[in-house]
Nanobody
């Protein structure tokens, strides 16, 4: 079992930056692949980024080069650094966790069994 709590959302102007944090409970944090998804009003929840147990990162094309995902296994924390933000990045951002599985890829929402409550990111134009 793992519990996730996101923080760091807010209102920022286009071109600005925000850093989201996800705090995870539990002693086996290192065993989980950690992901971020986002959901804009009227849209489905979509993959943003993920970081594997070895530190390998994966990004959606829409955020590649602008967002950076990292993890601190000693502190059970995951950080999503978001730069050059655009109005289309506006959404509720969710932290998620999954154990390694051959059935679904890290970009597949179905593979994530643990979710945070979400944090709002609003980018004004």
């Amino acid at each position: 079992q793992v519990q996730l709590v996101e923080s760091g959302g807010g209102l920022v102007q286009a071109g600005g930056s925000l850093r989201l944090s996800c705090a995870a409970s539990g002693r086996t944090f290192i065993a989980y692949t950690m992901g971020w998804f986002r959901q804009a009003p009227g849209k489905e929840r979509e993959f943003v980024a993920a970081i594997g147990t070895s530190g390998t990162t994966y990004y959606a094309d829409s955020v590649q080069g602008r967002f950076t995902l990292s993890r601190d296994n000693a502190k059970n924390l995951v950080y999503l650094q978001m730069n050059s933000l655009k109005p289309e990045d506006t959404a509720v951002y969710y932290c998620a966790a999954r154990l390694p599985s051959p059935d679904t890829g890290v970009r597949d929402i179905r593979g994530y069994g643990y979710w945070g409550q979400g944090t709002q990111v609003t980018v004004s134009s």
